[in-house]
């Protein structure tokens, strides 16, 4: 007879439980991405590469799959399936969406489906804070901080900065669409500091050459940032769009990846670097790297932080989620879910 015990029930948790178990807990998922970063660095993880799923009538859309497994305390198993279609802005909805999965550890049975695209984007951003802190000088942060693109993960980079104690005395905003950067600005002014002055730049050279601290959030498929020049009073980079940057930017600055492997690949700009030069000798280390003081970056050229995000850190979140969500008593299962049970009937 099967133990029904040992399977696990399977319950689907909603954007809506996703936020509030999220809302205002910056400097607790920030923790969270920090040790999930850490275990991968210490090989108590499983990763392997993510899968793409592209359409000959869609070029510019695509599916990915991120499946991963994390040890530790949190030890769990599952995959994070996240569709990108750029055209969703034309229909007034993000561009992403997306489910996590998560595997019970001993059984493998599903445990949960999670709405997964706060839960992307709060992983993006924490650990987008996670590398602005640790990359920039404790005593001298930037002052100065300019986004490139002004999506939904734009928007969460600067909740997450401003809730891990960051201020800027100055905003910078551009994006190809005068309408959605001036609608960030107006973001920006509601949520900032009342004395901080917020510009939308008429040009990337204005934006790049004006701020201390960037983050690249756009959906470009190819460089289109090439002039190494604009970076010359060495800013802190977050290439969170990873494809935004030429070689030559690339190869002038100093190179922090989440994981070598990965983020070569893909036709990343650290990716056209590599075939470029033909080494990836230009890649100074880690976050992990970083975090554990192995590295420390030079201060006499611009850090660009490139992370391809690895599923792992979906999984510490997620699993987080799922926790809070079953200790709360709130979880939703599917019962009847797993109905056959019986080897032989």
């Given at each position: ?12 948790i ?7 178990v ?83 550890h ?12 706060i ?17 920039s ?29 960051w ?11 005068a309408?959605h ?31 201390d ?64 030069v ?25 850090v660009v ?26 979880l ?8 056959e ?5």
């Amino acid at each position: 007879m099967p133990d029904n015990a040992a399977v696990p029930p399977f319950a689907v948790i909603s954007g809506g439980q996703v936020h509030r178990v999220l809302d205002g807990r910056h400097r607790e998922i920030v923790d969270l991405i920090e040790s999930a970063y850490r275990a991968h660095g210490a090989g108590d993880t499983v990763n392997p590469p993510s899968y793409f799923l592209r359409f000959p009538d869609r070029p510019s859309s695509r599916i990915i799959a991120l499946p991963a497994s994390i040890g530790g305390e949190t030890r769990v198993d599952g995959i994070k399936w996240i569709s990108s279609f750029p055209e969703n802005l034309e229909r007034g909805i993000p561009r992403a969406s997306a489910v996590l999965i998560l595997n019970d550890h001993d059984t493998g049975y599903p445990l949960a489906c999670l709405e997964s695209s706060i839960i992307s984007a709060s992983r993006t951003a924490a650990s987008a804070a996670l590398a602005a802190d640790r990359l920039s000088k404790r005593d001298d942060r930037p002052r100065r901080i300019g986004f490139f693109g002004v999506g939904l993960i734009a928007r969460y980079i600067n909740d997450y900065l401003a809730g891990t104690g960051w201020s800027f005395d100055e905003f910078g905003v551009f994006d190809r669409s005068a309408e959605h950067a001036h609608g960030y600005a107006d973001y920006l002014k509601r949520s900032a500091d009342g004395s901080a002055r917020v510009t939308v730049h008429g040009s990337a050279e204005d934006l790049v050459r004006g701020s201390d601290l960037l983050v690249f959030a756009t959906t470009a498929g190819t460089p289109h940032v090439t002039d190494p020049a604009w970076f010359s009073h060495n800013p802190v980079v977050l290439h969170i769009s990873l494809r935004d940057l030429s070689p030559e930017v690339v190869l002038a600055s100093t190179n922090i990846v989440d994981d070598v492997e990965h983020c070569l690949k893909a036709d990343t700009s650290v990716h056209l670097a590599e075939q470029r030069v033909g080494h990836r000798d230009f890649i100074d280390g880690t976050l992990d790297d970083v975090l554990t003081r192995r590295l420390t970056p030079a201060a006499d050229r611009p850090v660009v932080f490139s992370p391809f995000g690895l599923g792992v850190l979906d999984l510490a979140v997620g699993k987080h989620v799922y926790d809070t969500v079953l200790g709360a008593g709130e979880l939703a299962v599917v019962e009847d879910f797993f109905h056959e049970l019986r080897r032989y009937g």
